[in-house]
């Protein structure tokens, strides 16, 4: 089976800080893995994803995450926080070794709040 | 160009009632998929279509909750004698054409609250 977790229910950073959220995986074989970020009353919004290559992936809004398989984690980074990057972020992942498996399974979020 | 979009936003029903949440995916997307957040949890697979047919219903927590897609695009979900556990927001999320690596793109979602 796969799984996400994300270890922190809360980030709280200053606005210009770095921000890091935390996403480990499991599967049976080799993960996809992907990051969404979720505002208020609105849907998931898609910010990247890793599929295979270049282990560094940049993304959306400045966000970057970094896929490392011996940790089994993709923590997503981001260099000078902003304000507006306070959200519910999630983490998710598709196990590839599953021919017939198209399901993303989430991580329960991690709420991030940047203080001005 | 326009996202996934979904009706209504809000359903409040009674207990026992059947409702039907309506799901309108990207033009030209193949893949439509189903999840179900409740408070505080990330979200959880219901259903998946490739065109008309559902390719995996394995999410569905009962035969209480379907699911249709007739002609491959617009989906409804159906949720018959509802309860007050069913309340939640159902996303819908749709993707080019379901490959493993394609990105899902969701809509807003139906907060559905059962009384």
């Known amino acids: 089976a796969q799984s996400v977790a994300q270890p922190e229910d809360q980030v709280n950073v200053a606005e210009g800080n770095p921000l890091t959220v935390k996403c480990t995986y499991s599967?049976?074989?080799?993960?996809?893995l992907f990051w969404y970020v979720q505002y208020p009353n609105r849907g998931l919004q898609f910010l990247l994803k890793?599929?295979?290559?270049?282990?560094l992936v940049k993304g959306s809004y400045g966000f970057e995450a970094e896929f490392n398989k011996s940790q089994t984690s993709f923590h997503l980074k981001k260099p000078s926080a902003l304000v507006s990057d306070s959200a519910l972020y999630f983490c998710a992942v598709r196990d590839i070794i599953r021919s017939n498996d198209y399901k993303l399974s989430f991580g329960a979020g991690t709420t991030v709040t940047v203080r001005a | 160009g326009a996202g996934v979009s979904q009706t209504p936003s809000n359903k409040v029903t009674e207990k026992g009632k059947y409702v039907e949440l309506r799901c309108d995916p990207i033009?030209?997307?193949?893949?439509l998929y189903w999840y179900r957040q409740s408070l505080g949890q990330g979200p959880e697979f219901l259903i998946y279509?490739?065109?008309?047919?559902?390719?995996?219903d394995s999410g569905l927590p009962n035969d209480r909750f379907f699911a249709v897609r007739p002609e491959g695009s617009v989906s409804t979900l159906k949720i018959q004698r509802t309860e007050r556990g069913d309340s939640a927001v159902y996303l819908c999320?749709?993707?080019?054409?379901?490959?493993?690596?394609?990105?899902?793109?969701f809509g807003p979602g139906t907060r559905l609250t059962v009384l």
């Open positions: 279509f490739q065109g008309t047919g559902a390719a995996d």
């Open positions: 999320a749709s993707s080019f054409s379901g490959g493993r690596g394609d990105t899902q793109y």
């Open positions: 033009s030209g997307h193949t893949a």
């Open positions: 890793y599929i295979t290559g270049d282990n």
């Open positions: 599967v049976s074989g080799n993960p996809y």
